[in-house]
């Protein structure tokens, strides 16, 4: 192994090499726990489950309240024009206390009457 390294060092000669997959996975693998070892504890990536991956990405849960047309669009996943629409169509009505300028509306009771159906085929 010396003779090897000593030519490999030097830059003289060639050497050639016959690698099986096996071979070349297992040092794929020695060498990615070196670069795990090397970095410092605080810094390593931590790897999560499926499990605890659905976890880190489940969905905010919904506030009790949203404050004027950016809270309505936030909650709905508008744009503040369209919450403009559903505000003005009166559909959320009974969910919405507005005083002056003021908008406060209670999320739950918005979403459940958006998605209340009044009239169409299916009733």
Avoid at 51 to 65: D, F, I, N, Q, R
Wanted: with cysteine; net charge neutral; charged share 25%.
């Amino acid at each position: 192994m010396d003779n090897i390294r000593s030519l490999i060092e030097s830059g003289q000669g060639s050497i050639s090499f016959t690698v099986t997959a096996e071979a070349l996975r297992a040092y794929g693998i020695a060498i990615a726990q070196e670069v795990l070892n090397a970095q410092p504890q605080e810094d390593k990536t931590e790897l999560l489950t499926v499990e605890e991956a659905g976890e880190v990405l489940a969905p905010a849960p919904t506030p009790k309240h949203v404050h004027g047309l950016a809270g309505i669009a936030s909650l709905f996943g508008c744009s503040i024009p369209t919450a403009y629409r559903i505000k003005k169509s009166g559909i959320i009505d009974a969910a919405i206390t507005q005083i002056g300028r003021k908008i406060v509306v209670d999320a739950p009771k918005a979403l459940e009457l958006a998605g209340k159906k009044k009239g169409g085929r299916d009733e």
